[in-house]
């Protein structure tokens, strides 16, 4: 089974640009989560995608939005970047259930500048 | 509110020896715990898990250790191996809550 992918890896935007940050889950999940790592930080949970519904938020201010499609993929936009928004995002998937592994993508690398 | 906490940010092992890491969590509606490795610029890996109907779980070299009325888990790995350098994130979920909160991961170093 393929893992979780992400695209792109890595990317360099400008502040006060948008950016748009893929994810395909493991074939069969149904849950996508997003994280943000910051040097230093733990993962911090951004929101979680089930069924094309977001069940849940983290404390992430509104310019950080996404979406899951039918088949599953996940998306995740950033608008109007500020230079703290600099940081490894990572995608997770599992089946969906309370209980469930989740297994997470390489990440994706995003460098504001 | 840090619901997730790994209080020793880094430690250093002999290659050979058991490796210690812990983590406390403040919730006691979570019910599910799990352990991550992180190697630099790759994502997590997951690496074992216990439900709170348990209090020990192992798999080969990893065993975690749950006690609920203390609110503490604690991953041991034995031997230990320089390739088991890395970061380690401990991380919990409920039935009530669908998402997985983390804590902020303790940096293991296995000296050879």
């Known amino acids: 089974k393929a893992g979780v992918t992400q695209t792109p890896r890595y990317l360099i935007k400008t502040r006060g640009q948008q950016v748009t940050l893929s994810c395909s889950p493991i074939s069969g999940h149904r849950s996508v989560s997003w994280y943000q790592q910051t040097p230093g930080q733990g993962l911090q949970f951004l929101f979680e995608y089930f069924s094309e519904t977001q069940r849940n938020k983290g404390n992430f201010p509104g310019r950080f939005s996404g979406r899951q499609f039918s088949n599953s993929r996940s998306e995740m936009n950033v608008s109007t970047l500020e230079l703290g928004d600099s940081a490894l995002y990572l995608c997770a998937s599992s089946e969906g259930s309370s209980g469930n592994t989740i297994y997470f993508g390489e990440g994706s690398w995003l460098t504001v500048v | 509110d840090q619901q997730v906490k790994q209080n020793s940010p880094s430690l250093s092992v002999q290659e050979g020896r058991i490796s210690i890491l812990n983590c406390d969590y403040t919730n006691s509606m979570f019910d599910y715990f799990l352990w991550y490795k992180k190697y630099p610029a790759e994502g997590p890996t997951f690496l074992i898990s216990i439900s709170s109907i348990k209090d020990k779980n192992e798999d080969g070299r990893f065993t975690v250790f749950l006690n609920k009325s203390a609110k503490h888990l604690s991953l041991h790995i034995v031997p230990s191996q320089p390739g088991d350098s890395a970061v380690y994130f401990c991380?919990?979920?409920?039935?009530?809550?669908?998402?997985?909160?983390f804590g902020p991961g303790t940096s293991l170093s296995v000296i050879p």
């Open positions: 991380a919990a979920s409920s039935l009530s809550y669908d998402k997985v909160i």
